[in-house]
Nanobody
């Protein structure tokens, strides 16, 4: 099982980035996918999650209206479009997968996820 994040980098406040999470080794369409982030000295926090059918999504209050999660089941890939980035968005971003027993179930806490990527750094300068 592999989840590989890409797309991180350095961006000025107000800018945009699109993170990708390419997966392999499991039946992608059966798995809900989440994005998490961890800033230095802080706990890992959930950012967004998408159900297996992509019909249901969840966002942390801090990113609502700025971030969009989507998935392409044909490419086994999940995306996180991040707009209007703020310095407080600076963190290592991780994608994670967990088996979704229903088409609309989303998972918001790290403990519920089985598989994790290695992370990609996002730095937002002021």
């Amino acid at each position: 099982v592999q989840l590989v994040e890409s797309g991180g980098g350095l961006v000025q406040a107000g800018g945009s980035l699109r993170l990708s999470c390419a997966t392999s080794g499991f039946t992608f369409e059966d798995y809900a996918i989440g994005w998490f982030r961890q800033a230095p000295g802080k706990e890992r926090e959930g950012v967004a999650s998408i159900s297996t059918s992509d019909s249901n999504t969840w966002y942390a209050d801090s990113v609502k209206g700025r971030f969009t999660i989507s998935r392409d089941n044909a490419l086994n890939t999940v995306y996180l479009q991040m707009n209007n980035l703020k310095p407080e968005d600076t963190a290592v971003y991780y994608c994670a997968g967990t088996y979704g027993e229903s088409l609309i179930q989303v998972f918001t806490t790290a403990e519920l996820y089985s598989y994790w990527g290695q992370g990609t750094q996002v730095t937002v300068s002021s």
